[in-house]
């Protein structure tokens, strides 16, 4: 194992994050209109939804995040290699840090969610499971449902999140 490093916490935007998935937030949308009558305004196609392999179908959950202290060590990271997985915070006052890796040999990035901001990691991205701050909370998950094995997870050596 190799020794404690530590890992700067950068601030999430669509172009840094490019490279792992989508950012979702209304200011990403390529294409807006309003709907309802004129009531709502609709933010379209924030996120590619990639869940179809080996027979998968999209399925929607909530998960309901502890909230974590930092200092914080990440020691391992996950992958869902036959789909994506969004996470979209349902209290625009949540926040929280997401942390990728480009590949199983990288240096992991972390980027701290701007309010409101949700994040879609694309198929087979490595990243560590949710890490809510200040205070535990829910977010809206779109994810795969169907057969196979769809998640895989790997010790990352020690890497430490800073306080802020």
């Not at 999209?58 to 909230?67: D, G, K, N, V, W």
């Not at 060590?73 to 997401?98: C, D, K, N, T, W």
């Not at 949710?130 to 998950?141: E, P, R, S, T």
């Amino acid at each position: 194992m190799s020794a404690a490093r530590k890992l700067a916490v950068e601030t999430l935007s669509a172009e840094a994050f490019a490279a792992f998935g989508d950012v979702i937030a209304p200011e990403q949308a390529r294409q807006t209109y309003p709907i309802n009558q004129g009531t709502s305004m609709r933010y379209h196609d924030l996120a590619k939804v990639d869940v179809g392999d080996q027979g998968g179908r999209p399925l929607i959950s909530i998960f309901r995040a502890e909230p974590r202290q930092l200092p914080f060590e990440v020691r391992m990271l996950e992958r869902h290699p036959l789909g994506s997985q969004a996470f979209v915070p349902l209290s625009p006052a949540l926040r929280y840090i997401v942390v990728v890796a480009e590949h199983a040999d990288a240096t992991p990035r972390a980027f701290l969610a701007a309010q409101g901001q949700g994040v879609n990691f694309a198929k087979g991205v490595w990243h560590h499971p949710l890490l809510a701050l200040d205070q535990g909370g829910d977010f809206l998950v779109v994810d795969r449902g169907g057969s196979g094995e769809n998640c895989d997870e790997r010790a990352w050596g020690s890497w430490w999140l800073e306080r802020m």
